[in-house]
């Protein structure tokens, strides 16, 4: 149709160079994978299998099928081990797309359009109790972040709040202190559940991967499996 852009979907033929793969060169495994002693490619695929198994039938077909293609990344990183990474970034971005899903499910548009952050859509999940308090938290690593960051940043800015003594550049040791210092009362109101923690740490992780700045993340294969049994946790909040 003239005047009309049509896309090219064939894939251009290149000169080869001579220093192409070929598919023997290609499933090779991952000399990195071979350091975790006694692990296959088939006990990578059980613990996603694993997690599917426990996939509530209710999550909607367009989000499963996202979903899915996380543990088929992942799969080849028995073959190119930093594909486990992009595996937990697909799968973190699937919370995502599922949040967005829920959100017009219940708040159809055009009267309804969600443009804040991926943060703000997690929270209002939570504040909706789409996702529990108690929500599970199996990603180690954001409840590692979490943690460091509790003590170095968001202790040290509520305590100033609250008006406790703290200098405006405190030690490490001088942070500790503080908390030491303070009734298990007190320190009930710097705690933070399990949902709120992943408010925080979620789209922390998610930008992190999406937007390097000097540094190439690189996980493991366990990153890869729990942050897709994480993803399975929310899901079945979200479609129980």
Known sequence: MKGVFMFDITTPKYTRTGTEKTIKD????DKRNLAYSGLS???I???FLQAEKTLSPNVPQTVKERLVVAKNVAIYGWFSYELYTVSLFWALTTVEM???HKFYQINPPPHHNFK???RSLLKW???????????KIILQELAHSFNNRFIIEIFP???RKKGLSLSDNPTLEEIKNLWDSLSDEKKSEFQY???QILIEEIPKLRNELAHPKTVNWIFPPRSAIDGYWQVVEILNHLWQ
């Open 45 to 47: 695929q059980a613990g």
């Open 125 to 135: 999940a939570v504040d909706e109790n789409h996702m529990p308090a108690n929500t």
């Open 116 to 118: 804040d952050s991926f």
């Open 193 to 195: 559940n399990n949902a």
């Open 157 to 159: 800015e509520e305590s």
């Open 26 to 29: 290609i499933i090779t495994p």
């Open 98 to 100: 599922a949040l967005k």
């Open 41 to 43: 490619i088939e006990d």
